[in-house]
């Protein structure tokens, strides 16, 4: 049974980091594209991060430059360093993995949250002013 588990959330204040990881069980990354998504309370979901094959990377506009999306294959994890935190940030976090692998060089948009085979349960990040 695949899993993937979140972990690293929490409180932070203005200004601090926080370092989300994502842990896969039954499932191994092997240069699969992976992707952050967040959603606040009566927001829609929105992708903060993505990495193709390649390890291109793709971000939100909102946190370009303040975020940075990383995996590790040999330990199967897909990390998230949230450096310059800021209260519209607060949202849950969740990892998710295509399932395959993609190539998204010259392509601005990364690929959308509907096609992701595989999701985590979500880690609660909160930033106070």
């Known amino acids: 049974q695949v899993q993937l588990v979140e972990s690293g959330g929490g409180s932070a204040e203005s200004g601090e980091s926080l370092r989300l990881s994502c842990v896969g069980s039954?499932?191994?990354?092997?240069?699969?594209?992976m992707a952050w998504f967040r959603q606040a309370p009566g927001q829609g979901r929105e992708t903060v991060a993505f990495?193709?094959?390649?390890?291109?990377?793709k971000y939100m506009d909102s946190v370009e430059g303040r975020f940075t999306i990383s995996v590790d294959n040999a330990k199967n994890t897909l990390y998230l360093q949230m450096n310059d935190l800021k209260p519209e940030d607060t949202a849950i976090y969740y990892c998710?993995?295509?399932?395959?692998?993609?190539?998204?060089?010259?392509?601005?948009?990364?690929?959308?949250?509907?096609?992701?085979?595989?999701w985590g349960q979500g880690t609660q990040v909160t930033v106070s002013s």
């Open positions: 998710a993995s295509l399932g395959n692998y993609c190539y998204t060089e010259g392509i601005p948009t990364p690929v959308p949250g509907e096609l992701y085979s595989y």
């Open positions: 039954g499932y191994t990354y092997r240069g699969h594209c």
């Open positions: 990495i193709d094959t390649e390890g291109h990377t």
